[in-house]
């Protein structure tokens, strides 16, 4: 017997008024029999998708049919969300094969029978509590083993999405894959390939944003997963590195991902952190003194994620933050570096992206030596940074003390010259910020005109438009 919040019996009155049954089934049992909290409801029942619409509607509930074609339809029961689905004899195949159809079950014990996993093939009878665990599931969740419902080989072989929730969920718990599970893998892989984007990318998502990521990515690494939908990053595997690394480029990507992850990094850095160091193979070569370097490798790593990111659909705004991250990792901050030379770096990342340009730093020195960084090793740019923010001085064209329009009423003409010279005066700014007073820049901007518009003095007074 398992524990049932309340709010579940209530719900499981509605389908009994009806003589109907209802099954708390999938991650919600699987996560509490782990001890953790379930985060979504989902519930099997013996009823039609239109007769649990109508015992619903009949209480006054609203029902949305979410996906009526394949038996579910989504109540809103005292501010929770439910799932509900009749009993199924098949999942949605994501083999690009079949064609998205269903068919009822009869009973509880044969819908688990089309679950993935005997962790996730566990269901409880509401409101009492009585479990059905066919597949011994709750043996296996307590050994921590992730093990196929039946043959390996059949359920990856009909579905290719479920090798992927395989080392995902194998991330996400720290649990072992069965060894026959694990071997079946590999051999399914063109199955795997045939599933739509957006779906791996969510799995991948989720071994990004779980505890401990390496243990997923390793994990496709040792089943082909990762050659297939990864070969950027599974190439990086025996890239060996010089200097203080003491890893290959791929196990250096992975712990800066787990450093990242430990230290509840943004997804982005997660990412950016996985990714840093992909174009590495590609510039890989060896200088005079028989030294692997692989210069410029942040521009061809940030080209290469690109494509990565995109080829999984990610946002414009997810590709872009990850894209520029990976760009800039490599700045090497020296105390000789001029206040100017501070001011060009916070302009060149963006102040919005510094904290997370830290964090992938961070990431990146812990993962070259396998120990944690000195602690203050960024502290001295931080410092810097946080200086020049505070003096407020200008960085950008709109904190300029002109305007375009104080040029074009001095007689510069509206046009592609006007952008130009406003950045040269910004560019001027950046290296004395003293500069920034309205005459100051008027008398630049007519040096700059060769003093071919005598209206560009400093002596002519601009008018406002
Ligand atoms: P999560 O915690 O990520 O939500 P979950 O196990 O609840 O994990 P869902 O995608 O919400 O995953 O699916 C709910 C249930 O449906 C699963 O527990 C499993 O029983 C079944 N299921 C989901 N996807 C598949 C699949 N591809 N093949 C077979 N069964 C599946
Ligand atoms: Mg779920």
Redesign the pocket.
């Known amino acids: 017997m398992l524990f049932i919040p309340r709010i579940l019996k209530d719900i499981a009155l509605i389908f009994t008024a009806s003589g109907k049954q209802s099954f708390l089934?999938?991650?919600a049992v699987?996560?509490m029999l782990r001890g953790e909290q379930a985060?979504?409801f989902?519930l099997a029942t013996d009823a039609t998708p239109e007769e649990v619409s109508a015992m619903f509607r009949a209480k006054g509930r609203a029902i949305i049919p979410t996906g009526i074609k394949h038996g579910t339809v989504t109540a809103h029961f005292k501010g929770e969300a439910f799932e509900i689905t009749t009993f199924r004899t098949e999942?949605d195949y994501?083999d690009g094969r079949h064609p998205e159809k269903v068919a009822y079950a009869a009973t509880i014990e044969e819908d688990l029978s089309?679950?993935?996993f005997t962790m996730?093939?566990i269901a409880v009878e509401l409101p009492k509590g009585r479990v059905v665990d066919p597949f011994n599931g709750r043996v296996d969740i307590q050994n921590r083993i992730i093990r196929c419902v039946g043959s390996p080989l059949e359920r990856f072989g009909e579905?290719g999405?479920?090798s992927l929730?395989c080392v995902r969920f194998a991330s996400q718990f720290g649990f072992s894959v069965d060894k026959e599970t694990l071997a079946a893998i590999p051999r399914t892989l063109s199955i795997t390939a045939k599933v739509a984007a957006e779906r791996k990318r969510d799995e991948l998502d989720?071994i990004a944003g779980s505890e401990k990521p390496s243990t997923g990515f390793l994990l496709m690494e040792q089943t082909g997963l990762l050659h297939e939908l990864l070969p950027e990053l599974a190439v990086c595997r025996n890239v060996e590195q010089k200097g203080g690394h003491r890893f290959d480029v791929l196990d250096h990507s992975l712990l800066a991902c787990d450093f990242a992850a430990k230290k509840g990094s943004p997804h982005e850095v997660r990412l950016a952190a996985l990714f840093h160091d992909i174009g590495k193979p590609v510039v890989c070569a060896m200088n005079e003194f028989g030294v692997r370097t692989f210069y410029r490798h942040e521009r061809e790593g940030a080209a290469l994620a690109k494509n990565i990111l995109s080829r999984f659909r990610y946002s414009k705004s997810v590709i872009d933050a990850v894209v520029h991250l990976i760009e800039e990792h490599m700045f090497q901050y020296g105390e000789d570096w001029s206040d100017a030379a501070v001011r060009r770096f916070i302009i060149r990342v963006g102040e919005a992206h510094l904290t997370n340009l830290y964090m992938l730093r961070h990431a990146d020195a812990f993962a070259t030596a396998g120990e944690p960084p000195r602690p203050d090793f960024l502290i001295p740019l931080m410092d810097r940074v946080d200086r020049v923010l505070k003096e407020k001085e200008a960085l950008s064209l709109k904190d300029l003390a002109i305007s375009g329009k104080d040029l074009i009423a001095l007689g510069v003409k509206p046009g592609p010259r006007l952008g130009v010279i406003l950045n040269e005066l910004l560019e001027a700014v950046l290296d004395d910020p003293e500069l920034n007073a309205k005459e100051k820049l008027l008398e630049i901007a007519g040096k700059m005109e060769g003093g071919a518009q005598r209206s560009l003095t400093p002596s002519a007074s601009p008018q406002k438009m």
């Open positions: 089934v999938g991650g699987r996560d985060h979504d989902d999942a994501h089309r679950r993935d996730n093939a579905d999405l479920r929730r989720k």
